[in-house]
């Protein structure tokens, strides 16, 4: 059975105002229902490993309720993957959940990026949405290129960041970090749906994006 392992927050506060963040369930959720139902396994890893701290759990939405109804998944998302425990060598895709957690917890993980990079190298897969691709700002492949460099990309942009008034409190914005990267940056409007897809990575810009991103990993996954 092919494997795909999603990355989720550690990280549980918006910096200084006391909220609660972590990864955002409906990006875990939408995009994991897609390859769940088409037969791929999922692990999780964070940071930290352990429970990942969580926000946006709307059970109104059917697929946010599916996932969480799982006992098998909900475990698992409560019992993460540290890096160090990650073979490598078990997955065909590596995908970025985002949150407002990933901006203070992922950009400087050296073994995410390790991770990352190997499965990448090994001709596998690399996704992320929202603020998930903060999971790639820093990956360096083997020639000391960024992965990103020159690809087409979107994230949560600096408007959505600004429209929720929290453009002063995450520690940078994301899509300006992307262009410094020398990707080629694309998005919609606000809140709407956007995938990017490059070679073998797939970037969504906000939680509508999330089945989008699924299913154009899954069409890779299945090409291979």
Same mark, same amino acid.
């Given at each position: 059975?092919? @494997?795909?392992? *999603?990355?989720?927050?550690?990280?549980?506060?918006?910096?200084?105002?006391?909220?609660?963040?972590? =990864?955002?369930?409906?990006?875990?959720?939408?995009?994991?229902?897609?390859?769940?139902?088409?037969?791929?396994?999922?692990?999780? &890893? %964070?940071?930290? $490993?352990?429970?990942?701290?969580?926000? /946006?759990?709307? *059970?109104?939405?059917?697929?946010? @309720?599916?996932?969480?109804?799982?006992?098998? =998944?909900?475990?698992?998302?409560?019992?993460?993957?540290?890096?160090?425990?990650?073979?490598?060598?078990? =997955?065909?895709?590596?995908?970025?959940?985002?949150?407002? /957690?990933?901006?203070?917890?992922?950009?400087?993980?050296?073994?995410?990026?390790?991770?990352?990079?190997?499965?990448?190298?090994?001709?596998?897969?690399?996704?992320? &949405?929202?603020? $998930?691709?903060? /999971?790639?700002?820093?990956?360096?492949?083997? +020639?000391?290129?960024?992965?990103?460099?020159?690809?087409? &990309?979107?994230?949560?942009?600096?408007?959505?960041?600004?429209?929720? +008034?929290?453009?002063?409190?995450?520690?940078?914005?994301?899509?300006?970090?992307?262009?410094?990267?020398?990707?080629?940056?694309?998005?919609?409007?606000?809140?709407?749906?956007?995938?990017?897809?490059?070679?073998?990575?797939?970037?969504?810009?906000?939680?509508? %994006?999330? @089945?989008?991103?699924?299913?154009?990993?899954?069409?890779?996954?299945?090409?291979?």
């Amino acid at each position: 059975m092919k @494997k795909v392992l *999603f990355v989720v927050s550690s990280h549980s506060v918006k910096g200084a105002t006391g909220e609660p963040t972590g =990864y955002y369930l409906g990006e875990v959720s939408h995009t994991w229902s897609v390859l769940h139902d088409a037969g791929l396994e999922i692990d999780f &890893v %964070s940071p930290k $490993g352990g429970e990942a701290p969580g926000e /946006g759990f709307d *059970f109104t939405d059917p697929i946010n @309720k599916k996932f969480w109804d799982n006992d098998e =998944y909900r475990s698992k998302i409560q019992n993460t993957l540290k890096p160090s425990d990650v073979d490598v060598d078990q =997955y065909v895709a590596i995908y970025y959940a985002g949150g407002h /957690g990933t901006m203070w917890d992922f950009a400087d993980n050296t073994e995410l990026q390790q991770i990352t990079k190997q499965i990448y190298e090994g001709g596998g897969y690399v996704g992320a &949405v929202c603020h $998930g691709p903060a /999971g790639l700002l820093n990956v360096r492949l083997s +020639n000391g290129d960024n992965l990103v460099k020159g690809k087409r &990309v979107n994230t949560f942009t600096d408007a959505e960041e600004r429209a929720i +008034n929290l453009d002063k409190i995450v520690p940078y914005m994301l899509e300006t970090e992307m262009k410094k990267r020398g990707v080629l940056f694309e998005s919609s409007g606000l809140r709407e749906p956007h995938v990017a897809v490059d070679d073998r990575l797939v970037t969504g810009q906000n939680p509508a %994006s999330a @089945k989008g991103v699924g299913e154009a990993l899954l069409q890779l996954i299945n090409q291979q």
